[in-house]
C-alpha cells in the first residue's frame, strides 16, 4: 500500500469536530479508504491494490500460509482464532472441492466494521479473499452479505464485475494457473446467521441453524467440502501483510495479538464512530484520547460493554487494560468484533444485562435446550428484578443458570450471551442486591422503578428540568428548587438528562 497510510488522515467531517479522534488513531485498513479516490479497481490499483496477490502468487500456498502465520494475524470476526492455523488444516486436506468464504452478516447492534470495508474498499476484501483461495486451493468464494446493506452490496457487486472483467478474477488469474470464481449469497439477516456452521446452513439452504463442531468447516464445510470462512476484516489485512510483509504487520500490537482493529464505539462517548487502533491499547486510550472522554462532563464514565451483544462490561476502574482479546477475557468480556458500548453512571448495569440477554434470547435459533430455554429464563428473572419483582435467591440462581447456558450451549451464540450478566454481576453486584432488597434503582434507569426527585441540595435552580418534561409535571420558578409531581410524571427521565447538575435522583 502506499507510503502515507499510517499518517493521520486528511481533515474530515469528523476532524473538524476534533482533530484527535483521527489523529489519535493509527490508521491502516481506514487511511487505504480515506485514500481511495473511488471504489473503482484503478483507484485501488493506484494505492497498491493487489501487489499482494502479485506477491503471492510468486510464492508456493505453504509460503503464503508461512507468511501469514508469522504476520500472526488473528480473526476478526470475533474468536481471534489465528488465520493461518485454519488456512494450513484446509490447504493440507485432499479434495478437488474446496471453498472460501467472506463473513460479512453483522448482525449484532452497533457493529458495522464490515459493512464500511465492503462499501468503501470492497477490491480490500476481493483481493484477501484471492490471497486465501490460493493459499487452501480453493476454486470457488462467496461473500455472505446482508441484503439491507444497500451500499455494501453495490460497492462489492461492481467490485466482482470489474475484477472479473480485468482477469483478476475467472481463469489464468495473472497469467498463472489459478482459477478462482466469486460470488454473493445474501444472508437471511438473522444475528445467528454470522456464526460459521449456521451461515453454511443457509447457503446451502436450510434453516440457519449451527452444527456441533469438530468437524471444523476447513475439514468439512460447504457441501460437506473443506471451506474457510474469515470475517471481512481479516480478508482486509491479507494483501497489506503479502504487500508490505509479516515484520511490518506484527510491528503493531501487543502479546499474540498483532496488527490494528476496527472499532465500533457508541454510547456516552463524546465523539463516537469506527475507529482503529492497535491491538493492546488500553481502553482508556481508545475513550479518553480518540474519542474525547465522556460525553456528559458532569457524569463519570461507569463501564464499558465490549464485544457486541454476547461481549462483557469492563468496569471503569479496569479500563486500563489492554484493548487485546485474551486479558479482555480474562476480565469475563471479549473483544469480539470489536463492538464498545461506553456506559456513564446513569445507566443502570441490571437493565443492561436485561437488555443484551434479551437480544440473545430473541436471537437464539432454538436448536439446543440450554440456549432456547436458559437464556428466556434468564430474561424473566432479570425482567422480574427491573420490575422490583425480584426475591432472595434470584442471584444464585442466575448464577447457575449463566454458568450452565455458557458450557452446554451448542454453539457461541449460547456460550457467550451469559457475559453481560456474569461480568455485571462480578463488578456491579452491589445494584442487582439493591434492585431486589430495596426495590429500588439506584440509576433509576429501570422505567417501572423510576421516582424521580430533585435534590433540593444539589438543584442550582436553573429551571432546565422544567421545560424538558414532555408531561408538564415540574413546577420551577426563579430561584427556587423545581418540583416534579410524581402523579403526572411519566418517569421517561427527561428532567434527568435534561439537568446539567446531576440534581435529579
Ligand atoms: C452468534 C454468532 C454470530 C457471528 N456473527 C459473525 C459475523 O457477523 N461476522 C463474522 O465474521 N463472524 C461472526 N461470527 C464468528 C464466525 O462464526 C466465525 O468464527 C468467523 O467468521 C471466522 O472468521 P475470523 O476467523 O476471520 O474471525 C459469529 C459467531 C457467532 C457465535
Not at 473443506?226 to 491479507?238: L, S
Not at 432454538?366 to 429464563?377: A, D, Y
Not at 449463566?402 to 451469559?418: I, N, Q
Not at 454481576?425 to 434492585?435: G, I, M, P, Q, S
Amino acid at each position: 500500500m502506499s507510503d502515507h497510510e499510517e499518517k493521520p488522515a486528511q481533515a474530515s467531517s469528523s476532524a473538524a469536530v476534533n482533530g484527535n479522534f483521527i489523529a489519535k488513531q493509527t490508521r491502516r485498513l481506514l487511511a487505504i479508504c480515506d485514500q481511495l479516490e473511488s471504489i473503482d479497481l484503478d483507484s485501488y490499483l493506484k494505492v497498491g491494490g493487489y501487489r499482494g496477490l502479485k506477491q503471492a502468487l510468486a510464492r508456493s500456498p505453504q509460503q503464503v500460509v508461512a507468511q501469514i502465520a508469522a504476520a500472526g494475524l488473528r480473526g476478526r470476526g470475533g474468536g481471534g482464532f489465528p488465520t493461518a492455523r485454519k488456512w494450513e488444516v484446509c490447504r493440507r486436506e485432499k479434495s478437488a472441492e474446496k471453498y472460501l468464504i467472506g463473513n460479512c452478516n453483522e448482525g449484532g447492534p452497533g457493529a458495522y466494521m464490515s459493512r464500511f470495508l465492503v462499501a468503501n474498499n470492497p477490491h480490500a476484501i476481493i483481493e484477501g479473499l484471492l490471497i486465501g483461495a490460493y493459499a487452501i486451493g480453493a476454486g470457488q468464494g462467496y461473500v455472505f452479505i446482508r441484503p439491507e446493506y444497500g451500499d455494501a452490496v453495490i460497492a462489492i457487486k461492481q467490485a466482482i464485475a470489474q475484477a472479473r472483467e480485468k482477469g483478476y478474477l475467472g481463469s489464468g488469474i495473472m497469467g498463472r494457473r489459478f482459477d478462482f470464481a466469486l460470488d454473493l449469497k445474501f444472508s437471511p439477516g438473522e444475528f445467528i446467521c454470522g456464526e460459521e456452521t449456521a451461515l453454511i446452513a443457509c447457503i446451502e439452504g436450510r434453516r440457519a441453524m449451527p452444527t456441533a463442531k469438530p468437524p471444523h468447516p476447513a475439514q468439512k464445510g460447504l457441501w460437506g467440502k473443506p471451506t474457510i470462512i474469515n470475517n471481512a476484516e481479516t480478508y482486509a489485512n491479507i494483501g497489506p501483510i503479502m504487500a508490505r510483509g509479516s515484520d511490518w504487520f506484527r510491528e503493531l500490537g501487543a502479546g499474540q495479538s498483532k496488527g490494528t482493529k476496527i472499532f465500533a464505539v457508541t454510547g456516552n462517548v463524546k465523539h463516537s464512530g469506527l475507529l482503529e487502533a492497535p491491538l493492546g491499547v488500553s481502553l482508556r486510550y481508545i475513550l479518553d484520547d480518540i474519542c474525547g472522554g465522556m460525553e456528559k462532563k458532569t457524569r463519570k464514565l461507569k463501564a464499558v460493554q465490549v464485544g457486541g451483544p454476547t461481549g462483557g462490561v469492563i468496569p471503569a476502574s479496569l479500563c486500563d487494560t489492554p484493548v487485546d482479546y485474551d486479558p479482555l477475557k480474562n476480565l469475563g468480556a471479549m473483544l469480539g468484533p470489536g463492538g464498545m458500548i461506553v456506559m456513564d453512571e446513569g445507566v443502570c448495569m441490571v437493565e443492561m444485562a436485561r437488555y443484551f440477554l434479551a437480544f440473545s434470547a430473541d436471537e437464539s435459533c432454538g436448536k439446543c435446550t440450554p440456549c432456547r430455554i436458559g437464556l428466556k429464563t434468564i430474561q424473566e428473572i432479570l425482567t422480574r428484578i427491573t420490575e422490583g419483582r425480584g426475591r432472595e435467591g434470584d442471584l444464585e440462581l442466575l448464577t447457575e443458570l449463566a454458568e450452565d447456558v455458557s458450557w452446554s450451549s451448542l454453539c457461541g451464540l449460547g456460550r457467550t450471551a451469559p457475559n453481560a450478566l456474569l461480568s455485571s454481576l462480578r463488578y456491579f453486584r452491589a445494584e442487582y442486591e439493591t434492585h431486589i432488597r430495596d426495590r429500588r434503582c439506584p440509576t433509576a434507569g429501570c422505567v417501572a422503578l423510576r421516582r424521580y426527585l430533585v435534590a433540593a441540595e444539589r438543584c442550582k435552580k436553573c429551571g432546565q428540568c422544567q421545560p424538558a418534561c414532555p408531561a408538564a409535571a415540574i413546577s420551577w420558578q426563579k430561584k427556587q428548587v423545581a418540583q416534579i409531581d410524581r402523579d403526572n410524571c411519566i418517569k421517561c427521565g427527561s428532567c434527568y438528562e435534561a439537568c446539567p447538575f446531576g440534581s435529579i435522583d
